[in-house]
Antibody, heavy 119, light 107 residues
Framework: EVQLLESGGGWVHPGGSLRLSCTAS????????MNWVRQAPGKGLAWVSS????????YYADSVKGRFTISRDNSKNTMYMQMNSLRVEDTAVYFC????????????WGQGTMVIVSS | EIVLTQSPDFQSVTPKEKVIITCRAS??????LHWYQQKPDQSPKLLIK???QSISGVPSRFSGSGSGTDFSLTINGLEAEDAAAYFC?????????FGGGTKVEIK
């Protein structure tokens, strides 16, 4: 069974930084693209970023471009999101999610990690 | 950016009724449209991929149809456990986008 487990969420001041991690089990991690999708409290889903299986291709939503960096370490079955210059509007539950290709159907989701940006 | 417009926003339904949720794309996306169920405090769960492909383990009362710009998710014979929010999602173009969601409540 495929499982995705996020960690690294928490509370941070505006302008601060956080690094999220997503560790996968039960899957050939390097064979799949990975994504970050966020959901602000009481709101819908919003795509944040995607990375190819090799890590060589990355994409970002305009709202986070230049502030967030997605990466992965296939030897550790782990994906990361370095989030810098955080804003109040980045407050959300961040889900990691697996898809067969970098632009493809999101198939499996983690349970999410909460990020709160507030003064 | 491809905008996905779902309707209705909210639906209150009696058990065993049929539910139809629609999702309209702002431009043609072929069949790159997927449906998810999200229960409170849970992560989304894939119900249907590529407009009409069923997913292993998902009850057969869930089905999808459509192509191009107009899609629908049908729940044939709603059960109490189907109370949830339902989202559509397109993977045709970046940025990946989601519909605003439809909340289904059991009467």
């Amino acid at each position: 069974e495929v499982q995705l487990l996020e960690s690294g969420g928490g509370w941070v001041h505006p302008g601060g930084s956080l690094r999220l991690s997503c560790t996968a089990s039960g899957v050939d991690f390097h064979s799949y693209a990975m994504n970050w999708v966020r959901q602000a409290p009481g709101k819908g889903l919003a795509w944040v970023s995607s990375i190819s299986g090799s890590g060589g291709v990355t994409y970002y939503a305009d709202s986070v471009k230049g502030r967030f960096t997605i990466s992965r370490d296939n030897s550790k079955n782990t994906m990361y999101m370095q989030m810098n210059s955080l804003r109040v509007e980045d407050t959300a539950v961040y889900f990691c999610a697996k898809s067969p290709t970098v632009i493809g159907a999101i198939e499996i989701w983690g349970q999410g990690t909460m990020v709160i940006v507030s003064s | 950016e491809i905008v996905l417009t779902q309707s209705p926003d909210f639906q209150s339904v009696t058990p065993k009724e049929k539910v139809i949720i629609t999702c309209r794309a702002s431009q043609s996306i072929g069949r790159s449209l997927h449906w998810y169920q999200q229960k409170p405090d849970q992560s989304p769960k894939l119900l249907i991929k590529f407009a009409s492909q069923s997913i292993s383990g998902v009850p057969s009362r869930f089905s999808g149809s459509g192509s191009g710009t107009d899609f629908s998710l049908t729940i044939n014979g709603l059960e109490a456990e189907d109370a949830a929010a339902y989202f559509c999602h397109q993977s045709s173009n970046l940025p990946l986008t989601f519909g605003g969601g439809t909340k289904v409540e059991i009467k």
